[in-house]
């Protein structure tokens, strides 16, 4: 038997698809630096106007990233998908699969794909843990990681035991605010994780002992 769709499961046919760019070309860029970073999201109305209002400051706070850093629209990157991604959408489940598959496209294209309109911020953070005496000559012990808090908050979350083994398997010293600074913010969690891992092997690469990932 054929289930009826209901007001709540139809979408307004003024919805659609919204592809755009990072404009700033300066915000780091650890997965593929010469490749855009991708915004893609759904928006009431033309997409290219949509992005225009994020800009000017007329969608709230969603526009924060966009009035400091600036949007552009690549709706020329939507029209060149395969025509099965650029089927309309006529419920918020097909909606919201569509936008998942589009995203799951330009992933394995090497494209970076925010899907928060800029506004997440991750960031590296490094931990000073307690160095094994038979570790004694090394620069140092440290956890790397990656997280959508603040390294302040992860490192409370450390401290208290929560998502976390580190405090169980290893002695915690501070959180090492010196090396957390010398890597940049970024906007997706994929960003994070490279930048992560860049972290890990360079502190390796100078003699600490590093636990990540």
Known sequence: MM???????????DWNICLGEYCNHELPRPVDPTRPQLILGRCPGDPSDYIN??????EG???????EHGIRARMDLFEALPSR???RANTHKQMSNRIKAIKKHFLTEGFVVDMNWGNKIYSVYVIDLELPEDLISSRGFVYVG????TPEERFQQHIE??????AKRFGIVALNQALCN???????RMEAEALEEQAANELEAKGWKVHWG
């Open 146 to 149: 990656q997280t959508v808090l």
């Open 161 to 166: 035991g929560l998502n976390s083994s580190i």
């Open 182 to 188: 010398k890597y940049p913010k970024v906007r997706t």
């Open 85 to 87: 991604l650029k089927r």
């Open 53 to 58: 209002r994020l800009n000017a400051g007329e």
């Open 3 to 13: 289930t009826r769709k209901t007001d709540s499961d139809l979408i307004n046919d």
């Open 61 to 67: 706070s969603r526009s924060n990233f966009a009035v």
